[in-house]
């Protein structure tokens, strides 16, 4: 036997009595004794087990034995003297079963036995019980220190003693094993002198090498415990463990508030390299954004740490932005080789303003880190997309950092910010360039700033580019609907009203602005419209305010133009007028037909919008329309010395009523009845005919549209009809109906209008006739309901057809005589669209194109399942009998007399792929 197991024996002898339930302990030996003993039995088994050869078979029985001696120990002399409270309260269960009696109150036992075991306890890991010692008794331990260095009960000596040994305990003690205890003690009821200790200790954890982990993982593991999803593989330091939000929350809250002792500044100062390295992903991906997480939420989000100037900003967010985009860089000091940030620390910066701003979603404080460097992001992200040999995460994290912003905190007025520098591409003294490791850094930028005409060329040629990036960042974000009108609305608003410079000029009428920003605007307008026109419909409150403010500026500029008329300045604008007036009246009627067509445009959307009984009126549409009204008055009711066409004067009065249909004004005389309104029961006629259009029943359909040919050549009621909105919802809903009898009443209805009002009509049915957007497969696609790519094809064209006998009928009308001919202009449209069409390739039609592919190829693929089917070529089951008069017969018996036998069946099993 050998002196492991000599050793063990002894103990288990004397640890017997103290396991059998059966009795009670009576024997006559004093509590010091029986301790002492105790402590030689395991401190014989401990210097046994480390002498024995390592190869030695383990013996079972030392679990057990080493913890009925240290349960024997705590249970003596360890717990007795405690104060209330101090003791551990989820110390595991003793392996003790028999009564044992409690001596009194002796600190100086206490201070023997933490003596005799501390020596064991500080073994390295190895042979020896100090394993079992540190699983089973290390919460004992701490609390029977902290009674002997803190306690009122404790003297001076014995403080001086073991208050040292009590910090070099707790250092040495690794933070995932410490955490659990502190926390547990914090949750018992703690005497007054232990709790501070206690709270001391919890706060400096963080400080720790990987503290701030520990502490994450630690309060992870705590909530998963409690909703019982703590995973199988959960233990270990190096675990990935899934990080719950509230878990980082929570460590959020405790990691902001600095442990007495700490400013504020030293506290940031440091935690901010762990956090550093957990924002890095050196720790895995779960800690990565818990780490984004501490920085944004219990740091940057706060007034104290996370406002300009504070600790909280200067250390994780200003050493961000400067890399992103360095300011006053006039003192800097550039590289040899003119480098101001170089690639390694300006990717560094992305990778970490990146991990922060997609582990929090706060919108204040996303606004506050991302809009300073707004346009740095929007120049690395167009110069790696226009190089593609760079590395993807070049265009990868001003994508992800710019769409999170967009998704989060967009604003209309930051994008503006994009829209008017939608090719900057650095600052005065620096500029983006190729790095030292083949990715990108910031130089100094070598000359000033170009602006010739070489880069006005390359701007415009990479307009369309630059507008596709930034409405596809827009579109992946998935804004909202209020944004995305936002964002249109003051794209068109810049197009349509550009403002006016502040310069003063000579010339009166010199409000020509930057044609480059016109055309930007105009590009970003058109690419929102096609992207985001669903969102467009159900948020119609922008469209409003853009159509209301283009009738405002259309109706100032009238006044304004009146007021000069009449005052009859004669300055140097009115002697260039008067030098130049041919001219000048040939441009001056050119802009007043765009200003009406503009208008009338406006006109028959606001009709067309408040008109549909889905339309639900906000408070804030209501308060734009309403102040519409005395802009609309004036279209409906010019001046004696303003001509206004009765086209915008029609729609503007149908707009009113629809508005705010007149009141009757209370009349002196009771008995009075008002005025009625002539044009009332026509307006009613005409709004059950706009309803009637889209009747599930054709004969319906077919009657509103002769109805309102009726209305359209009646000259009394020919004023209620807005031409433009009556046109749309014509070739919408009446000229592409597959119905006949519906398509073909709408067609003289179409002529007529193109007649009457030649300038909107024309113009929206030339649009249509061209089909530049292909929405005719859109309107194809409704009418049939989803029908095949084929019927789709065939209904699209055939609208398009009915388009061109609208405009061959509106050629050879009556009006077309040598009385009232056709103005040239018109004819020149309509020549030109015809050309344009003529002229035109499939490869500028794409979704057309794809319609025709799919068709084709499932075409192809049936008559690759016929052949296959049949064995060979399929015959043509039309054939004349002089033909192939034996094949004709043979297939003539199979239609008429059955198909004969199972070869036909198999060989005709083709005809049911049609």
């Known amino acids: 036997m050998g002196a492991v197991e000599e050793a063990i024996d002894a103990a288990a002898n004397f640890i017997g009595p103290f396991v059998d339930k059966d009795r009670k302990y009576s ?26 050869d390592p190869n030695a078979p383990y013996d079972a029985s030392l679990a057990g034995v ?50 005799g075991v501390l020596p064991i306890l500080k073994q390295k890991n190895g042979p020896g019980v100090q394993p079992l010692l540190s699983q089973r008794m290390l919460p ?30 707790m250092e040495d003690t690794p933070t995932s094993r410490l955490l659990p205890i502190l926390t547990t003690y914090l949750q018992q009821p703690l005497p007054a002198w232990f709790k501070p200790v206690v709270s001391t200790e919890l706060s400096k954890i963080p400080l720790r090498q990987q503290g701030i982990r520990h502490t994450v993982e630690f309060l992870s593991l705590s909530y998963l415990s409690k909703n019982s999803h703590v995973p199988m593989d959960a233990s270990g330091p190096q675990s990935q463990i899934p990080i719950p939000l509230e878990a980082i929350t929570q460590a959020s809250k405790l990691l902001s508030l600095p442990p007495s002792g700490f400013s504020l500044h030293e506290w940031v100062s440091a935690l901010s390299p762990e956090l550093w390295d957990m924002l890095d992903s050196k720790s895995g991906k779960e800690l990565a954004r818990a780490g984004g997480h501490i920085i944004a939420g219990g740091f940057l989000s706060k007034k104290t740490t996370g406002a300009p100037g504070t600790a909280g900003w200067e250390t994780f967010a200003a050493p961000l932005l400067r890399s992103i985009y ?100 650095g600052d005065t003294a620096w500029t983006l360039g190729p790095g030292s490791e083949g990715g990108v850094e910031i130089r100094h930028r070598s000359g000033e700033k170009s602006g010739g005409m070489d880069s006005i060329f390359a701007q415009i040629s990479g307009l369309d580019t630059r507008v596709k990036l930034l409405v596809s960042l827009l579109r992946d974000a998935k804004i909202s609907d209020d944004v995305a009108g936002s964002v249109f609305l003051a794209a068109t608003k810049a197009w349509l009203v550009p403002a006016k410079s502040n310069k003063t000029s000579l010339m009166d009428d010199d409000s020509i602005g930057d044609p480059l920003s016109a055309l930007t605007n105009a590009k970003l307008a058109e690419a929102l419209a096609q992207i985001f026109q669903e969102n467009f419909a159900r948020s119609p409150q922008h469209i409003v305010e853009l159509m ?64 549909s009984p889905d339309f639900k009126q906000t408070p804030a549409t209501t308060q734009t329309l309403q102040a519409l009204i005395p802009s609309l008055s004036h279209i409906a009711h010019p001046p004696p010395t303003q001509s206004t066409s ?35 029961p026509h307006r009613a006629t005409l709004k059950t005919c706009l309803t009637d259009l889209h009747s599930p029943s054709p004969p319906n359909r077919t009657w509103a549209v002769h109805k309102l040919h009726t209305l359209l050549k009646s000259p009394s009621t020919f004023p209620i009809i807005d031409i433009p909105s009556l046109t749309h919802t014509l070739l919408s809903a009446a000229l592409s109906d ?14 007529d209008l193109a007649i009457r009002a030649p300038s909107p009509v024309l113009a929206i049915l030339l649009h249509a006739f061209l089909d530049t957007d292909e929405r005719s497969l859109k309107t194809a696609n409704t009418h049939t309901q989803h029908g095949t790519e084929e019927q789709i094809l065939t209904q699209a064209l055939d609208f398009r057809l009915r388009i061109g006998e609208v405009l061959n009928n509106y050629i050879l009308s009556p009006s077309s005589s040598s009385s009232t001919p056709i103005p040239p202009t018109h004819l020149q449209k309509i020549i030109q669209a015809c050309l344009s069409l003529a002229s035109r390739r499939g490869g500028s039609r794409t979704q057309t194109q794809h319609l025709r592919n799919t068709l084709t190829a499932t075409r192809a693929q049936k008559q690759k399942d016929a052949e296959q089917a049949w064995g060979g070529c399929v015959p043509d089951l039309f054939l004349e009998p002089g033909d192939d008069g034996a094949e004709f ?12 036998g199972k070869v036909w069946m198999r060989r005709c099993r083709w005809w049911f792929l049609f």
């Not at 300011?327 to 550039?334: Q, W």
């Not at 000048?584 to 208008?599: F, N």
């Open 326 to 425: 360095p300011k006053d860089v006039k003192g800097a000091s550039f590289r040899e080789n003119g480098t101001l940030v170089p690639e390694k620390d300006f990717k560094l910066s992305l990778r970490r303003l990146d991990a922060i701003v997609t582990s929090y979603s706060h919108a204040g404080l996303l606004r506050r880190l991302i809009s300073p460097v707004l346009l740095p992001l929007w120049a690395l992200f167009n110069y790696a997309k226009a190089r593609p040999s760079l590395d993807k995460e070049w265009s990868a994290l001003p994508s992800s950092i710019l769409s999170r912003y967009m998704e989060i905190a967009c604003d209309a007025k930051q994008i503006d910010c994009i829209t008017t520098k939608l090719f900057w591409d």
């Open 548 to 611: 209301a403010q283009l009738i405002h500026n259309f109706v100032g500029e009238q006044k304004a133009r009146a007021e000069k008329a009449e005052a009859g300045l004669s300055t140097r604008a009115m002697l260039g007028k008067i030098v130049q007036k041919s001219e000048g009246e040939a441009v001056d009627e050119e802009g007043d037909s765009e200003d009406e067509d503009l208008v009338s445009f406006a006109l028959s959307i606001l009709n067309t919008l408040v008109g």
């Open 27 to 52: 024997g006559n030996v004093s509590t010091s004794t029986l301790v002492d003993e105790a402590l030689s039995h395991l401190q014989k088994i401990n210097s046994a087990d480390l002498a024995a």
């Open 66 to 115: 080493v913890y009925g001696l240290l349960d024997l120990i705590a249970t003596l002399a360890i717990i007795p003297p405690l104060s209330p409270g101090v003791a551990f309260s989820q110390r595991p269960r003793s392996v003790l079963t028999a009564a044992i009696f409690t001596p009194d109150h002796n600190l100086d036992l206490l201070a023997t036995v933490i003596e």
């Open 140 to 169: 004992d331990i701490f609390s029977a220190l902290a009674e002997l260095s803190y306690s009122p009960a404790s003297t001076e000596e014995a403080r001086s003693k073991f208050t040292q040994i009590y910090t070099n305990l």
């Open 889 to 900: 017969e043979a297939l003539r018996r199979v239609v008429e007399g059955g198909w004969g």
């Open 646 to 680: 009765p086209l915008l004067s029609n729609a503007a009065t149908t707009l009113i009523h629809q508005i705010a249909p007149p009141i009757p004004t209370p009349s002196p005389n009771p008995t009075a009845k008002p005025p009625p309104d002539p044009l009332a």
């Open 738 to 751: 597959p119905e006949s009898y519906v398509h073909l009443a709408a067609i003289p209805v179409l002529v």
